[in-house]
């Protein structure tokens, strides 16, 4: 919405929360996937509730890309082109980072999110594609997460350091704590550090002044997914922002470790789930590392035929998705029938693409996932005569997936083209699509139409995970690895079921792909599908509960308010 649509500010915005990327709106292709679909949710919570808080991202003007599949199963991507000014509100302020020495303008657009109680976050998307820049620095903002490594610190540069300073620039100088949500940030500490010395602080007290505004949400528990440059990189990067002692400062060990950096400067810090964090402490001893587990804006991600079922029985669940958690109160009659009005739009949007012998009454498994390979999508698809066995003895199956691969990323792109053709091998016996171009819209569209949400990740890599949630909302149940958010969610045979073994306290055993797989086809074959077909009114319950337990609890509202109360404003 623009700012001429919307009442005034209520409060100054006190936090700056900063994201790579940030997604709301499928028509603003500025995210990847969960990370920014979770910043989006968050700021949206912020808006709900009327935290005084403001987004800062990139713009990524040609979006992440486009995703089609070929006949072959191979990935292939396309610019996105989408009318920034149709959504966005450009700024005449323009702020400087120095990139390699060269002054490189920013530039931002102005979007407002607008909450249930009528409060608006604005949010400010950085764009370098301004007449001043050069050709080469015009296009540092175009895809998001292109390039190589040189070029995502340069993106990372006009993040942090464009970020803080294009807010002083709009006038918001009363920025209480600045939240860096994964390390992509971090470059404002240097930049903090900098507007300290200027304003007199103590060297002795500089570190700790900037430490009390920073906060530092870390969804990595893989070592290597944390960004690190060698230290010549990053003063050639940086040169012209600061004196070279002062980058130098920020590379202990001869490298520019952004997680290091912001670990080292925030006082504040947490993982996104209880497990997460306890993997973090042991990633980074000798930090204070706290866990907030995810959480997704209910009223979103809820179907408009459950939202009207959730209005009759459970009014004010909108403001406040806590009463979800008396969704026991809603008729099965209700539960189910609001469910095949969801499956039905599913099934109809399948055969528009391609789908072939889709039906309604058959039991429907979804999984949609950024193609990584640590997420195992094609796990389900280890035994495809299992599979069979399973479709032909216990019930019919159906299978919908949907999910992209990083354009670097070679083996997200091969499980990709490995799924597409076991699915073909199944043709005639199980129903089975691939479908391209996984957005927030069809992500809707899944997590409320499929009968089963599956996740596969290798544990213990998952940090949270969101998509579960989202189906929880929608009453559909979990079959999923316990890593992340679900060892939290899952109660065995009430919210859903687990692959493989529940990890002990304190030990990391690796997930073994062959007895995971045993283990799915067993909870498919022997439980889940017969639950299913020959006890309508236990698979009903277990809906219930799903939205009950999990949905009540697993939103941004309670997320957010904990972030206030341990983060913001503690």
């Not at 995210?31 to 912020?46: E, I, M, P």
Request: charged residues 25%.
């Amino acid at each position: 919405m623009t700012k001429s649509e919307l009442i005034p500010l209520r409060k100054e915005p006190q936090v700056a929360y900063l994201s790579m990327e940030i997604g709301f709106d499928s028509r603003i292709p500025t995210y990847s996937g969960g990370l920014g679909v979770l910043a989006g949710d968050t700021l949206r919570a912020c808006a709900d509730l009327g935290v005084p808080i403001i987004g800062v991202t990139l713009l990524s003007e040609k979006g992440y890309f486009r995703q089609e599949i070929d006949s072959d199963g191979n990935q292939i991507e396309h610019p996105v082109d989408w009318n920034i000014s149709e959504f966005l509100e450009l700024k005449g302020t323009q702020a400087s980072v120095f990139i390699e020495g060269r002054e490189v303008r920013v530039r931002a657009w102005e979007y407002f999110l607008v909450g249930s109680s009528g409060h608006q976050v604005p949010i400010y998307f950085l764009d370098t594609n301004v007449p001043e820049n050069s050709p080469e620095d015009r296009r540092i903002t175009a895809y998001l997460y292109g390039g190589d490594t040189r070029y995502r610190l340069i993106q990372e540069a006009i993040l942090g350091i464009g970020g803080v300073r294009l807010l002083r620039a709009l006038g918001y100088l009363q920025i209480r704590k600045f939240h860096m949500n994964e390390g992509h940030a971090a470059l404002l500490i240097l930049d903090l550090l900098s507007q300290e010395r200027e304003h007199g602080t103590m060297e002795s007290k500089l570190v700790e002044t900037v430490r009390k505004k920073c906060v530092f949400t870390t969804h990595t528990p893989v070592p290597a997914g944390h960004d690190r440059f060698p230290v010549e990189v990053a003063c050639a990067v940086l040169k012209g922002n600061f004196p070279e002692q002062e980058i130098m400062r920020g590379c202990p060990g001869g490298e520019l470790n952004l997680t290091r950096l912001a670990l080292d400067h925030s006082e504040y810090i947490n993982g996104v789930a209880k497990k997460h964090g306890e993997i973090s402490r042991g990633m980074f001893p000798g930090y204070s590392i706290d866990s907030i587990t995810n959480g997704v804006r209910a009223v979103f991600w809820v179907a408009d035929p459950m939202k009207e079922l959730f209005d009759q029985y459970l009014p004010g669940w909108r403001s406040d998705p806590f009463l979800l958690r008396n969704a026991l109160l809603i008729p099965q009659s209700g539960i189910q029938h609001t469910h095949q009005m969801m499956k039905k739009a599913l099934v109809e949007y399948v055969e528009a693409k391609g789908g072939k012998g889709f039906r309604e009454d058959v039991f429907t498994i979804g999984f949609a996932r950024r193609a990584a390979t640590y997420k195992r999508a094609d796990l389900l698809f280890r035994d495809p005569a299992k599979l069979s066995e399973i479709a032909e003895k216990a019930g019919a199956l159906q299978i919908v997936y949907a999910g992209k691969a990083h354009p670097s990323d070679m083996g997200g792109k091969e499980v990709i083209k490995r799924i597409i053709q076991t699915m073909r091998t199944l043709q005639g016996k199980i129903p089975c699509i691939y479908l391209a171009d996984y957005d927030v819209t069809l992500a809707k569209l899944l997590t409320a139409g499929v009968d089963l949400w599956l996740n596969t990740p290798r544990r213990p890599q998952e940090a949270s995970g969101t998509s579960g949630m989202k189906a929880c909302l929608n009453g559909i149940p979990n079959l999923s690895v316990l890593d992340g958010w679900w060892i939290e969610g899952h109660i065995e045979g009430v919210t859903g079921w687990a692959i493989g073994p529940r990890p002990a306290m304190g030990i990391e055993e690796s997930s073994d792909d062959a007895k995971d797989a045993d283990d799915l086809y067993h909870k498919l074959g022997e439980v889940i599908v017969p639950l299913y077909y020959n006890n309508p009114a236990g698979w009903s319950k277990v809906m219930h509960q799903t939205i009950a337990i999990n949905g009540s609890f697993f939103n941004s509202h309670r997320m957010v308010q904990q972030y206030v109360l341990r983060a913001y404003f503690s």
